[in-house]
């Protein structure tokens, strides 16, 4: 027990954060309320730092755990990706009301703010994703990842105050409750199928089932549900459909969210279950499940990149690419523990850099006082904005896995991993996709950087808080600097110790 | 160490011009690229390969060990001579646009150095993935050159350059990849991307079916960037519409990364193959000749006749390599060198040209020797060598090629897998280019001056070549002579190199008539039993 809670460490230290954070944001003192980003911050860097303690390697080998190597890259990397994403928040949550006070056009009304709650769900979302990383039963893992996803319908909700937003937020939570029946159901088959809950456990009993050559449909069909569910969290093919309305319709920092952590839960929510069934003994996936996870994979890819080519909003195309990213993903889940799996956490490191870097730069500009819509917005955007244009040029790059820039290493390392394991074909249709998400990708370096201002995107300002593009400005750096310490970023991500 | 400092230095110079003023960004960027271009002379005096087939200058810096990620920079005989050309033509290029870039040019300027030193970086890699890194990076700048400094219709010309050449470097990307797990795995799993191990493994350890797959793949990637038919669509359009100095470029220097990249890395790597699908290449080069040379016929924009003839000259290129004998190979780096230099030069011509009169349709253009009779008299010079005038340089390279892929024959001097008729067909396009090239100096340096020609007195610019301009072309004039009575400067030096290169397809041939012979043997005696 003992045990348990001391691997809560930096949980516990972010549920301390949500209580601390949501009381600051109620004060009335306005300076006091300005401190809740930095708080969520400060949090955040702690359970950061505390990782690398609590998830030593002394710790982790007795821990009991399916991947004991998971947690400590898997916080690492969370809370250095939700460092900017709180960053390109910062200036954004509450904006208008929070104006309105500081101008004394408004007084402080506790049930009006949000900008406490923003935090605290904030906090909690990113909670779930660390306990994903340390789930070592069924129950767990499902409430681990509802803590991950419950949050952030709220956020979607209340992220701006546009109907469109209440639309995102009632489509994101209905279809996401709808797969969290679904992988529950899974959940339950897989419960049937070995009459256990604890994934070691299960492990040995499917491994001992594979042994026998009985591993039942009941089993199969339970992971496949569970997969198909969770795939929800990924944006994954067939459960992608709400992708592009809902980060369209929620305010660009609340997307940016929506980006990485639910997507990061996810694929670590995959790893775990699919280590339950696979790779024991040296033989692969079942038959069934690496069918199902390669045609979702090349699906994945295929149709989120093609949908990207086709979007004029720029939130709905970073919605769609980031579907096409889940695709790549999956290459290095089927290619299996070992290389594909760090890869995999690799990738999730660069992938959110570079897309929490480019909602910095949306973050970061205005027109009118709404966020920017079309992609035409951000025509000749270095005549006014130079760096933010720099900055959107380079993240989208990234995006695109052009080297020498960051993506680029993390596609190799996940192309590299499909290689080993002989998926050939599978990283050849990445290859391809890869090529399509070019045309689009192009356009976020084109259009900032070399097309001629329009009516439209003359009237693009910044916004007053200068933390966004300080993000962006920081984030497209690293995106540059961060491949000279790849063996670093690699050795930081390995679980598979 | 040179390595690296051929490599680092224009980087450097790039980062200094983009936060220095714009108005010493000239200047600066001028220094820069005769400074590289001082320390590459350095070089190649104290290079000790030349004649021989040994690396110099190599250095390696241990990346990441898990992937095997080792960078390995150094230079044979032919990666040398290719990057002298590269630190030549840049200071060119970069004096050459003195006028014609008004706009951005701290931007410009720190592009085009950025461009030389991912070119430097190509042929100084001696490992797959810094190979693979500098060939993608050229695109950037090129990408960037050709979109903001364009003419009408660079958008359209920049994406569909830069999407053409990602995605055959992807497939490529892939393919090497396979490559190199397949060496992992025969060396118990630690991984290594270099060049010279994977050739080796690749050449001894794959089957004829492996090999040709990956032969594919290569020439998907490297086939885009020469380009071959039917793959050269991009290459009128990014030519025609980049700026004066990135058609220079991008015809002295990024084009010879795809033939470069056919010899370091499918000629070693896929020999079975080779052999068996090399006349299939040499058709599809022999194609690329025939018909970008008709196509070069019915142009009326001078510009794109030019890239136009870059598809066609090329083409003589590939088919030299893949006569697969020690002629056709030296006379096509030479060919490499020698379209660079003249390529480059009538590409400097045309933009200097276009900056007086802002045209460059031939309709509309006439009797430029009377009014510029130093320009006309360099473009008929630069047109008498590309079109391979013997005494001047494409004379001997072209020449060598065609002998080649003649004697490339089953019982040739030189044993291979063409023949007479390839070289004969493929001489066509020697014709071809004479009429083309000589149709259009007919037209627009002699013939009637046009009324509707008029020099454009706001372009700052005399009527006839400044002495900036002279000075662009001095050099590659000089270049065209040397190589032209002295082609055994390229040649001789590079002659180990490219044996070690073919030792392996003497093997092969060897074994070919061996067995021919053996099976007349057997057949024979059969009978006469």
């Known amino acids: 027990m003992i045990d348990k809670l001391w691997f809560l460490v930096p949980e516990l230290i972010l549920f301390g954060g949500v209580v601390v954070v949501a009381i600051l944001g109620l004060v009335q003192s306005n300076r006091l309320r300005g401190w809740v980003p930095w708080t969520t911050a400060l949090f955040i860097l702690a359970a950061g730092a505390a990782s690398p303690f609590i998830y030593c390697d002394e710790a982790m080998g007795s821990s009991g755990l399916l991947l004991p190597g998971l947690a400590g890259p898997a916080c690492l990397i969370a809370c250095i990706v939700a460092i900017g994403l709180l960053l390109l928040s910062i200036g954004r949550v509450d904006r208008g009301y929070e104006t309105a006070i500081a101008q004394g056009r408004a007084t402080f009304d506790p049930i009006r703010a949000t900008g406490g709650e923003y935090h605290v769900f904030f906090l909690l979302s990113l909670a779930g994703l660390l306990l994903v990383s340390i789930a070592d039963d069924l129950i767990w893992l499902f409430l681990a990842l509802e803590l991950a996803s419950l949050p952030t319908y709220v956020m979607v909700a209340m992220s701006r105050g546009s109907i469109r937003a209440q639309e995102a937020a009632m489509k994101y939570f209905f279809l996401g409750a709808m797969s969290a029946a679904l992988f529950l159901y899974g959940f339950a088959l897989l419960y049937g199928a070995t009459g256990t809950l604890v994934l070691t456990e299960m492990q040995a009993a499917f491994a001992d089932q594979i042994a026998r050559g009985e591993l039942g449909m009941l089993g199969i069909v339970g992971m496949l549900l569970a997969l198909l569910g969770i795939g929800f969290k990924l944006a994954a093919v067939p459960m992608h459909l709400y992708a592009a309305d809902v980060y369209e319709g929620a305010a660009v920092h609340v997307t940016a969210f929506l980006g990485f952590i639910p997507k990061a839960a996810g694929v670590m929510a995959f790893m775990i279950l699919l280590s339950t069934m696979g790779w024991a003994e040296g033989v692969g996936l079942p038959a069934p499940i690496l069918i199902m996870l390669w045609v979702v994979s090349v699906l994945t890819m295929t149709l989120g990149n093609i949908a990207a080519l086709l979007q004029k909003s720029v939130k709905r195309m970073l919605a769609c690419s980031s579907i096409a990213h889940s695709g790549y993903l999956l290459i290095g889940i089927i290619a299996g523990p070992g290389a594909g799996f760090n890869a995999v956490m690799l990738y999730l490191l660069i992938y959110g850099i570079g897309n929490t870097a480019s909602f910095a730069v949306l973050s970061s500009l205005q027109r009118g006082g709404v966020e920017l819509e079309s992609v035409e917005d951000l025509a000749g955007l270095r005549h006014k904005h130079p760096w933010s244009a720099t900055a959107m040029a380079i993240s989208a790059g990234s995006l695109l896995g052009f080297p020498p820039l960051l993506g680029f290493w993390g596609k190799l390392a996940l192309f590299i991993a499909g290689i080993a394991s002989g998926r050939l074909v599978l990283v050849l249709v990445a290859a391809i996709n890869s090529a399509i998400s070019a045309w689009y990708y192009l356009r976020l370096v084109g259009l900032p950087l070399m097309a001629d201002r329009n009516e439209r995107s003359d009237a693009v300002e910044r916004i007053d808080s200068p933390w966004p593009r300080l993000t962006a400005l920081v984030l497209a750096a690293m995106l540059i600097m961060l491949p000279i310490i790849l063996g670093l970023l690699y050795a930081v991500t390995d679980i598979s110790s | ?529």
């Open chain 2, 1 to 529: 160490m040179i390595s690296w400092l051929l490599i680092l230095l224009p980087l450097l110079g790039s980062i200094v011009i983009i936060v220095s003023p714009g108005r010493l960004a000239r200047q600066l960027a001028l220094v820069t690229s005769l400074v590289v271009f001082g320390v590459s002379v350095a070089a190649a005096v104290v290079f000790d390969g030349w004649g021989r087939g040994t690396w110099d200058f190599s250095s390696s810096i241990e990346w990441v060990k898990e992937w095997g990620l080792v960078l390995q920079v150094g230079a044979d005989s032919v990666s040398l001579i290719l990057v002298l050309l590269t630190t030549f033509l840049m200071p060119l290029a970069i004096l050459g646009s003195f006028n014609a870039i008004q706009t951005r040019r701290r931007e410009y300027y720190g592009w085009l150095l950025g461009l030389q030193a991912a070119m430097t970086g190509v042929f100084l890699a001696r490992d797959l993935v810094l190979f693979y890194v500098c060939f993608e990076f050229t695109l950037v700048p090129m990408f960037f050159i050709i979109a903001i400094w364009g003419s009408k219709n660079r958008a359209r010309a920049s994406v569909k350059f830069l999407i053409y050449t990602f995605t055959g470097s992807l497939i490529t990307l892939a393919a090497f990849l396979t490559l190199a797990w397949s060496h992992a795995q025969a060396n118990g799993g630690q991984w290594s991307f270099e060049i010279a191990a994977l050739s080796h493994h690749a050449a001894s350890a794959l089957s004829l079916n492996e090999q040709a797959w990956l032969l594919l793949a290569l020439m998907i990637g490297f086939g885009v960037k020469v380009p071959l038919f039917p793959v050269h669509t991009w290459l009128p359009l990014a030519h025609t519409e980049a700026p004066t100095a990135g058609s220079v470029i991008l015809a002295g220097v990024l084009l010879k990364l795809g033939t470069y990249g056919l010899y370091r890395f499918v000629l070693p790597m896929c020999p079975e193959a080779v052999v068996e699908w090399a006349p299939f290449v040499a058709v599809l080069s022999i194609i690329g000749i025939l018909y970008a040379a008709l196509i070069c016929w019915v142009q009326t924009d001078v510009k794109k006749l030019i890239a136009y003839s870059s598809v066609s000259h090329l083409g003589f290129c590939v088919l030299g390599l893949f006569a697969l004998n020690p002629m056709g190979v030296e006379g096509s780096i030479l060919y490499m060198i020698n379209h660079g230099l003249s390529t480059g030069a009538l590409f400097f011509l045309i933009g200097m040209m276009y900056e007086r009169y802002h045209t460059r349709e031939m309709g509309e253009l006439g009797g430029l020797a009377r009014t510029m009779p130093i320009w006309a008299t360099f473009m008929v010079f630069f047109v008498l060598a590309s079109v391979g005038l013997p005494g001047l340089n494409g004379f001997v390279s072209e020449f060598l090629c065609l002998i080649a892929a003649f004697t490339a024959g089953e019982t040739g001097a030189y044993p291979g897998v063409l023949g007479p008729w390839y070289a004969a067909i493929a001489a066509l396009g020697m014709v071809l280019a004479a009429m083309y090239l000589l149709i259009m100096v007919g037209k627009v340096v002699f013939g009637p001056t046009r009324a509707s020609m008029k020099h454009d007195e706001h372009s700052g610019l005399p009527v006839d070549l400044t002495v900036r301009e002279i000075t662009v072309l001095v050099p590659l004039a000089i270049g065209c002579v040397v190589l032209g009575i002295q082609p055994d400067l390229v040649i001789d030096n590079t002659a180990t190199a490219v044996a070690d290169t073919l030792a392996v397809y003497q093997d092969l041939f060897e074994d070919r008539v061996a067995g021919t012979a053996a099976f007349v043997e057997s057949a024979f005696q059969g009978g006469a039993r």
